[in-house]
């Protein structure tokens, strides 16, 4: 590469959107226009690689979508990019553009596109973990996750005033993909009565036994009530409503199932998951200075780090087990009506 050859660095979003997005393309893009590099964006997650679409991002693109939801560059899931053949077609692409770092922001299944992207593509590969599912190891929280928290609780705390009103049961699904981090919580913020999570799942027969006499036991010490139990997603067979379903024919126990959705995933982010991304961005251009490749930039301890991308998709990451343990002793107002009736 000449003196007079820009450094070209390439950004995309994939996978499940997550607030925050945007202001991490903003701080990668404006940490790399400061280090005179030139800054494309491909369009539609790894669709963007494979059909060479991108927009050319400067500052006057990125100057005014710190605050948005979603993403600029638009995302999306490319079941396409699982084969060899277009893996090396992307790789192809980038080198006939003479994209030098790709920073990809999105999840586990981004990372592991990566993965399979460094067999065919000779240049940086930098990851910045973008979900709201918290499900990336090495990392303390994800761009998106404390927004999705947040939007989560203020939907279900609208539930509870209707079953305050009907004294009613709600079964209420968060999403999470296969991680309890969001049920837990947003159970726990939103005092759920009960929180069923990857962690503490057991099988169906068993919940529900324990469901029921939960509820028994509540209502025996309260009298007819409000009663919230979040539920994490792809736990129960069949999902909530055939929760409810169950219930109704193992106890008679008349359930409201409502799933909360998209919603989750949109919105204005937090101020908390402005300032992570802008963080991560301006150490994903660092990285790509120091000539790192195939990590994901993350925050350990308020530290910003380096994970390998294959230590990030190892899964060994676990909710806080502490507040897991406190949701079902101390906070258990089921133990503790049983207790007064003793």
């Known amino acids: ?57 400067d500052e006057s693109t990125v100057r005014d979508i710190i605050h948005c939801g979603g993403t600029i560059l638009k995302s999306a899931r490319c079941p396409e ?48 973990p973008g979900t709201i599912d918290n499900d990336i190891d090495g990392t303390d929280h994800t761009i998106g996750f404390a927004t999705a928290v947040e939007t989560a609780i203020q939907a279900v705390d609208k539930i509870r005033d209707t079953a305050d009103a009907f004294e009613r049961i709600f079964i209420i699904e968060v999403m999470g993909r296969h991680s309890g981090f969001l049920a837990l919580n947003v159970g726990i913020a939103s005092a759920a009565e009960q929180i069923i999570t990857f962690e ?37 067979p069949g999902g909530v409503s055939q ?25 204005a982010p937090l101020a908390k998951d402005r300032i992570l991304a802008t963080k991560l961005g301006i150490g994903a251009v660092e990285a790509v200075i120091d000539n790192k490749t195939l990590i994901m930039i993350g925050e350990s301890n308020r530290q910003t780090c380096q994970i390998p991308l294959t230590q990030a998709v190892a899964h060994q990451k676990t909710v806080n087990k502490a507040l897991l343990a406190a949701q079902e002793s101390v906070l258990d107002i089921a133990k503790l009506a049983k207790s007064h009736l003793m």
């Open 200 to 236: 503490n799942f057991e099988n169906p027969g068993k919940e529900l036994q324990k469901i029921a006499e939960h509820i028994a036991l509540c209502k025996k010490q309260r009298g007819l009530s409000s009663y919230l139990i979040v539920a994490a997603e792809n736990l129960w």
């Open 243 to 267: 929760l409810a379903e169950d219930l109704a024919n193992y106890a008679n126990i008349r359930c409201t199932p409502c799933i909360l959705g998209y919603i989750q995933r949109g919105g």
């Open 81 to 128: 990019f699982k084969t060899a053949e277009n893996q090396q077609r992307a790789a192809n692409n980038l080198h006939d553009l003479n994209v030098n770092a790709l920073i990809v922001i999105g999840g586990d299944g981004s990372f592991n596109g990566m993965l399979k992207l460094s067999h065919y593509y000779t240049g940086q590969l930098i990851g910045l």
């Open 1 to 57: 590469m000449s003196e007079n050859t820009p450094f070209v660095l390439g950004i995309l979003t994939s996978g499940g959107d997550a607030p925050g997005m945007n202001a991490a393309i903003r701080s990668c893009t404006l940490s790399a226009l400061q280090s005179g590099f030139r800054v494309i964006g491909f369009t539609h997650g790894f669709y963007g690689l494979l059909d060479k679409t991108y927009i050319d991002l």
